[in-house]
């Protein structure tokens, strides 16, 4: 019994290692294929104009960064990764591409309100502010 009980533990914890590098593998696979396919430097011009980056700054200066629940992308992609799905992910990335309409941006701007809590929503602009400052530069 005794080797028995050991052994379930020894496979639980191989397991939730397993998870932690698959979830960790995906993050980074996810944030490599945004930075190819979508994080273009014309992706990028086009979301400068889309997004008021000054009333950004201004929000993201508002914000004690010290109680977001993550400072990095890879934390952010997991979050939401989390909290939409996969193909929830790739419309609305096709609609940010081929140019949402001001309706669009508003339902965009709905759902994520809907399945984010409001730090998840201020530490994501807090890293996306982040990358429009890295790639300006």
Known sequence: MKKFLITI?????????????????????VVAI??????????ISKAKQYANIDQLAKEVSQVDKSKLPFHTKEDAVKTVMKKFSTSELADAAKKVKGGATPQEKQELMQLAEQRLSPDELAALKVVALQELQKQSK
């Open 34 to 43: 945004a930075q190819k396919e979508w994080l273009t430097d014309e992706q």
């Open 9 to 29: 533990v020894i496979l639980a914890a191989i397991g939730y290692g397993g998870y932690r590098v698959a979830l960790n593998y995906v993050s980074n696979k």
